[in-house]
């Protein structure tokens, strides 16, 4: 059929972080029909093994839907395919569907995918299955410039805020939103400075001295945020702006939450933390994700990264004394993937330079499952390529078509020859 061909069967089948058991049993019956042996843990990562196999190729199967997804419509234009209002899928639906393609053309080939990457790595994470493969290429790299030979770590945390209620002593209610926020991955796109819709409406209420009825905001951990709302008292006659929506409201004697919320929400440093001038790439930073409000508590949801795992310590209790009077819940930490070349590193580089003589060895200020599936195996040499995919995690992801072609013939190539 084709990589593309197939990626548009994929995009077809609803496959949600969480909620891709349909594309997992596709995976299932066509590696089967491929003549593959298919194995499946209780996290739902596949595992398919034929012949006697160099290389493992290794992608993830879900994907982060945003806008309309999982109801993907494809538009193909000036080069790149993109979706109607949503996200693409080419994250990292490209590799799965190159790995089809692989399946089809090989005898020696080893298959992993992965599940619910998305939302922690958790298929890598609780890989239960042995790569019998010494050789791993991670097809989930989203440029096609670069080889990436290491990956930052992350940091998963929570701050629980028990709520007291108060009557307001401001004179106007008013509901407030947020609009024309583009977000973005908060590892690749965080050194572009996109804004956060939920720092950025903390930023006004407190500015305009506002009295918090309720607040909640952004769509996943790993994307920047592009929605907020509030519900909130001020004695200032607003009006709507550019990027924040403002409509005023009847009061029917809403309560205000008594704790300062706004100040430390404001206050708390959304971004880069810190820059690698070694790797020209950011070295640390943090995502204000999500916050949600239920009833007596307010819960923000934050996601930090960095390719030192002694800084993401130091994150986590900045972050605990920023927020010191409450409840700061530590989720979850992974190492760094440490960017060291060796003998497979150069195999693929030299396989990807054939097709574009620019390309480099690189690390990445985003979780990649190669740092995870080396602490299960430490034996297994890895590397990551991938299609220039832009804006991903976002309704304005797109894929460069031409780049697809490059990433498939290096794989082809690696299989054939690397030995």
Known sequence: MGVLENFKQIAAIPHCSFDAVKLKDFLINYAKSKGFEVLVDKAENILCKKGNPNICLQSHYDMVCVGDAPNINIIESDGFIKANNSTLGADNGIGIAIMMEAMNEF??????????????????????LKISSKHLLNLDSECVDRVIIGCAASLMMNVNIKLNYKNPSKKYLYEAHTKGYKGGHSGIDIIKNIPSAISDLALFLYKNDAELVSFSGGERTNSISVNAKAIFYSDTELKSSENIEITKLESKGEKVIQEDILSLIASYKHGVWSYSRDLNIVKTSVNL????????????????????????????????????NYEVKLLAKDEPWEPIPNDFTYAVLN?????????????????LECGVLKTKQNELLCASIGPNILSPHSIYERCEISTIDIIKNTTFDLIKNYK
Do not use: W
């Open 289 to 324: 994700a999500i916050i949600s409000q239920n009833n007596d508590e307010l819960k923000l949801e934050l996601f930090a990264r960095s390719d030192n795992s002694a800084d993401l310590d130091e994150v986590f209790y900045k972050t605990k004394a920023h927020f010191n």
């Open 351 to 367: 396989s990807l330079q054939k097709y574009n003589p620019k390309a480099s060895m690189s690390s990445i200020h985003a979780g």
């Open 107 to 128: 005898s020696d080939l080893e298959c992993l995918f992965t599940a619910n990457e998305e939302v922690g790595l958790i298929g890598a994470n609780n890989l239960e």
